[in-house]
């Protein structure tokens, strides 16, 4: 009686210490009728759930595939459309298109950039990446949109260069940019670098609307919207979360300044070299 206890003991203590990563070969061998019946069971469900695990797995990677591949066609009628937008003699209906098509452009660069960024460490490409040309071109695709607002530049940037993937690092630099054109009105957006115990941070500070102090450690999460009171329809609350995640996988740390009525500044602190050495081995 006393041998039965020990080793159902030792069954239902390994039970309890096992971990649910559907593999039960870690598992005391089962003895008793009973054992063995929980033991069959377990092992059914379990592999009922890895075959259900592998087929979720593999629809939605299909349907990531497919998204991808619908973005990239939806892509080809919109390089149409903006040659299309360039040949208007009037500038003002050419303003208005080109900020329509702006918009579509910039949700479904969004969406691309979604699907991808689970797998991003897959496909980083670390190199020195020279600033200045990066923003300039960043803020070259927001030129009309820019200009209906009244917005202008003031750029210091020296040459400075910083190691990271070039594609992810626009991608950020695009949604703190649009984010400063949407909540400004009439002023100028004022982009720095500067160097601070090694490393080079880059700031972006607009004179918009601000953000309420309530809001600040949320503006980061997935669809989080500002509760100012302004109501803004057309925020998707995706920009500065998806540009969070990039961010973390490039080792760039995000941190924001704000007050409402006054404006927002977001500063870019970058890594040093040797962040990157179990990525690329550099």
Not at 66 to 89: C, G, N, Y
Not at 100 to 124: A, G, Y
Request: some cysteine.
């Amino acid at each position: 009686m006393i041998i039965r206890y020990h080793k159902e003991t030792k069954f239902y203590k390994s039970l309890e210490e096992w971990e649910a990563n559907l593999d039960v070969t870690n598992l005391n061998e089962a003895e008793s009728p009973f054992e063995q019946i929980v033991e069959e069971r377990l092992k059914n469900q379990t592999e009922w759930l890895k075959k259900t695990s592998t087929l979720q797995s593999l629809t939605l990677e299909q349907e990531k595939d497919e998204l991808l591949s619908w973005i990239h066609e939806v892509k080809t009628p919109l390089t149409a459309m903006q040659l299309m937008i360039d040949r208007l003699e009037d500038n003002s209906l050419k303003a208005q298109l080109t900020h329509e098509w702006l918009r579509v452009h910039l949700l479904l660069d969004q969406q691309l950039h979604q699907k991808r960024i689970p797998f991003m460490k897959n496909d980083l490409y670390i190199e020195k990446v020279a600033l200045r040309p990066l923003i300039f071109e960043e803020i070259k695709t927001l030129k009309f949109w820019c200009i209906q607002k009244g917005i202008g530049f003031h750029v210091e940037i020296e040459s400075t260069e910083v190691l990271t993937d070039g594609k992810w690092l626009g991608f950020i630099l695009r949604q703190l940019l649009t984010n400063a054109v949407k909540y400004s009105q009439a002023s100028d957006i004022e982009i720095r670098t500067y160097e601070q115990d090694g490393q080079v941070k880059l700031e972006i500070r607009d004179f918009g609307r601000g953000i309420n102090r309530k809001d600040l450690p949320r503006i980061f999460e997935k669809g989080f919207t500002s509760t100012t009171e302004h109501h803004d329809n057309k925020a998707t609350g995706m920009g500065l979360y998806l540009a969070k995640k990039a961010a973390e996988s490039l080792f760039i740390h995000i941190a924001v300044q704000s007050e409402v009525g006054k404006g927002t500044v977001f500063t870019l602190r970058f890594p040093k070299r040797n962040q990157f050495h179990y990525i690329t081995g550099m």
